[in-house]
């Protein structure tokens, strides 16, 4: 008896042993590069969070303005790539004449104008509204970019062709999958090499609808996500990486990260060799969340090498270079 004891204790030790050394990031010689930075919806203005839901219309609680950009347009992304962005998320939404606006909301009422929903009206029609018009950081009392954003909500096609080789991540805000398998036919123009530098989030519909005409093209949609990482801690301590994590796009929140087996460097490497891009959000996740102050970036490990989410792009690419 004392020998079979013996036999599984011994076992039992090699067995952590081996969890450990196969999974602790300090036996990993990390890269000397520093994280990636991905602006959300460009240099926006942020806002409070606090008891925030889907139905609360940010525009109406937004911080004082430290800058002069509107999210989801063509200066913003500029601004944001000129600060150090290396990726520019926005958002889509298809419009009454087939086209895709790049505007966050549904409806117009919470930042412009206009009444109705994006897909009520055209392209040229929705370039008429003021997308500035219902920003206030003081209840109403002023409205620092009324009048400022009237023609500045463009077209899918006007970003990208404004930025012809800088990387987006794109955000199909609907669970529409015709919404998946419309921008799969307007993505299939591009060459391989333009493919490369885009990827696309949004619900498990037009995820899986687009990723069925382009499985090459990098996505993410709860669904993706929860395939892959469920999968990952149920194997990943042999350092075998699923199926379901290659060639796909990982958000994951912070609070999260003590779950991923051989995180930070480990972890990154894995999911490196298998062409999957991985983003840190802060937090848990919720409500795009994002390292947006300079103390935030503490909570971040060393040697981590991934992407970054942050609102602040203004603040957090200096801080990062420092």
Same mark, same amino acid.
């Given at each position: 008896?004392?020998?079979?004891?013996?036999?599984?204790?011994?076992?039992? &030790?090699?067995?952590?042993?081996?969890?450990?050394?196969?999974?602790? +990031?300090?036996?990993?010689?990390?890269?000397? @590069?520093?994280?990636?930075?991905?602006?959300?919806?460009?240099?926006?203005?942020?806002?409070?969070?606090?008891?925030?839901?889907?139905?609360?219309?940010?525009?109406?609680?937004? $911080?004082?303005?430290?800058?002069?950009?509107?999210?989801?347009?063509?200066?913003?992304?500029?601004? !944001?790539?000129?600060?150090?962005?290396?990726?520019?998320?926005?958002?889509?939404?298809?419009?009454?004449?087939?086209?895709?606006?790049?505007?966050?909301?549904?409806? &117009?009422?919470?930042?412009?104008? =206009?009444?109705?929903?994006?897909?009520?009206? @055209?392209?040229?029609?929705?370039?008429?509204?003021?997308? =500035?018009?219902? $920003?206030?950081?003081?209840?109403?009392?002023?409205? %620092?970019?009324?009048?400022?954003?009237? =023609?500045?909500? %463009?077209?899918?096609?006007?970003?990208? +062709? /404004?930025? %012809?080789?800088?990387?987006? &991540?794109? /955000?199909?805000?609907?669970?529409?999958?015709?919404?998946?398998?419309?921008?799969?036919?307007?993505? +299939?123009?591009?060459?391989?090499?333009?493919?490369?530098?885009?990827?696309?989030?949004? =619900?498990?519909?037009?995820?899986?609808?687009?990723?069925?005409?382009?499985?090459?093209?990098?996505?993410?949609?709860?669904?993706?996500?929860? +395939?892959?990482?469920?999968?990952?801690? !149920?194997?990943?301590?042999?350092?075998?990486?699923?199926?379901?994590?290659?060639?796909?796009?990982? /958000?994951?929140?912070?609070?999260?990260?003590?779950?991923?087996?051989?995180?930070?460097?480990?972890? &990154?490497?894995?999911?490196?060799?298998?062409?999957?891009?991985?983003?840190?959000? !802060?937090?848990?996740?919720?409500?795009?969340?994002?390292?947006?102050?300079?103390?935030?970036?503490?909570?971040?490990?060393?040697? $981590? @090498?991934?992407?970054?989410?942050?609102?602040?792009?203004?603040?957090?690419?200096? !801080?990062?270079?420092?």
């Amino acid at each position: 008896m004392k020998k079979i004891l013996k036999r599984v204790f011994l076992f039992l &030790l090699i067995f952590v042993a081996f969890i450990f050394l196969n999974n602790n +990031s300090l036996f990993t010689k990390a890269p000397n @590069t520093e994280p990636f930075l991905l602006a959300h919806r460009g240099l926006a203005q942020t806002f409070i969070m606090e008891g925030i839901t889907g139905e609360t219309c940010t525009a109406e609680r937004i $911080y004082e303005p430290e800058h002069p950009y509107l999210e989801n347009t063509t200066s913003s992304m500029e601004a !944001a790539f000129e600060a150090g962005a290396d990726v520019v998320e926005f958002d889509i939404q298809l419009t009454k004449d087939g086209d895709f606006a790049v505007f966050h909301d549904w409806s &117009l009422e919470c930042r412009t104008d =206009g009444i109705g929903q994006v897909k009520d009206y @055209t392209m040229d029609e929705l370039k008429t509204f003021d997308i =500035g018009y219902g $920003y206030t950081a003081d209840n109403g009392k002023s409205y %620092p970019f009324r009048g400022k954003g009237v =023609g500045l909500m %463009p077209s899918i096609d006007e970003v990208l +062709s /404004h930025f %012809p080789e800088q990387s987006f &991540l794109i /955000h199909i805000k609907s669970n529409d999958p015709k919404e998946g398998e419309q921008l799969a036919e307007y993505l +299939s123009q591009f060459p391989e090499s333009r493919l490369n530098q885009l990827a696309v989030y949004g =619900g498990d519909l037009p995820i899986e609808s687009l990723k069925e005409i382009m499985p090459n093209v990098r996505v993410m949609s709860k669904e993706t996500l929860k +395939s892959c990482l469920l999968s990952y801690m !149920a194997v990943g301590w042999t350092g075998y990486v699923p199926a379901s994590c290659k060639n796909t796009q990982l /958000h994951i929140p912070e609070k999260y990260t003590p779950l991923m087996w051989g995180y930070p460097s480990k972890f &990154l490497k894995r999911m490196e060799k298998v062409d999957t891009r991985v983003i840190l959000v !802060a937090g848990k996740g919720n409500w795009s969340e994002g390292f947006d102050q300079e103390q935030d970036l503490e909570r971040i490990p060393q040697n $981590y @090498t991934g992407g970054i989410w942050t609102n602040r792009i203004d603040l957090i690419a200096p !801080a990062i270079k420092k």
